[in-house]
């Protein structure tokens, strides 16, 4: 199979390739700074139809995570990248696929799960979740992540591709143990002694193990009846105080030091990143993959957490 990745190079990208390279796969990734990789990597710039459309030609799957980080704070240049990266990268996409002649017969479109409500009374699957934006109170910024999530679905949902079916991943945090990405920087607060609760630690976090990621793109693609919106999180969300001390007791380290809403404001300032991060309370299911009948490998945190404190601690003992 031909498996081109839009937006291929960062921690999500680079696990997935290294994935379907492994099963045997030809893996080709788009993007704006291509660089050496087992895999071939095309150049694109993420806005407009140029030569790496050619990629799509008889490919099998196309999936684009293509978007500027979220982790930086949301001023207005960021907010104009953050937003214009997905749209943009959807619609060029969008336009390759339709100009195809073989065009590809699956579009993985990446999502977030942040597009539902901040919650704590349910939880948020496809056919019953809440929709966010419309909180009581919430701040200015969570409105704007909820627009963000809003738009970048809308802009693939209004796609004219009818030969390629489209499957838009609404997913939660993709814990892996490569360093950069999120688990990364939550071990960091647990070894620095700060892996306590924030500011009460009652806000839900949806999350997925790297390897139930993996497994959930390949079971989307042997299932052609599931198109739409799909929830990619672990059917167990559990609360950010019980999150960090499953972390915690994985990790080996009884104390986390809590941390107030004022507290996080101020540290979150200068680490140049946004509180919603932490504080907004994601309870997020996987309702439509568990009636497919997907299995999870790890469906809840403590066995997950031991796993990836397992890898980052095997791959320190090998590292020269």
Known sequence: MKFVIAGGTGQVGTATA????????????????PRQAPWRTVPWDARSVGGWASELEGADVVLNLAGRSVNCRYGNRNRDEILRSRVESVRAVAA?????????????????????????????????GL???GEVGAPDTWRFSHSVAERW???ALESSTPGTRQVILRTAMVMTPDRGGVFDALLRLVRWGLGGPVDGGRQYVSW???????????????????????????????PYRDFMGSLRNAWGRSVGL???RWMLEIGAFFLRTESELVLKSRRVVP?????????????????????????VRDRRTAAP
């Open 18 to 33: 290294r994935h379907f390279l492994a099963l045997g796969h030809e893996v080709v990734v788009l993007s704006r700074t």
């Open 258 to 260: 809590p941390a107030t």
């Open 287 to 311: 309702g439509r993959l568990l009636e497919a009948g997907f299995q999870f490998r790890f469906p809840e945190w403590p066995g997950a957490a031991a796993d990836l404190c397992r890898r």
């Open 208 to 238: 997925i193990h790297e390897a139930d990621f993996l497994a959930a793109l390949e079971f989307l693609m042997v299932h052609p009846e599931i198109e739409g919106p799909v929830n990619l999180a672990a059917p167990e969300p559990l």
């Open 153 to 155: 679905e809308k802009a």
């Open 131 to 133: 929709l966010g934006g």
């Open 96 to 128: 390759a696929i339709a100009a195809a002649r073989r065009p590809p017969p699956l579009w993985l479109q990446m999502g977030t799960a942040t597009i539902y409500a901040h919650r704590f009374d349910a939880s948020n699957d496809e056919a019953h």
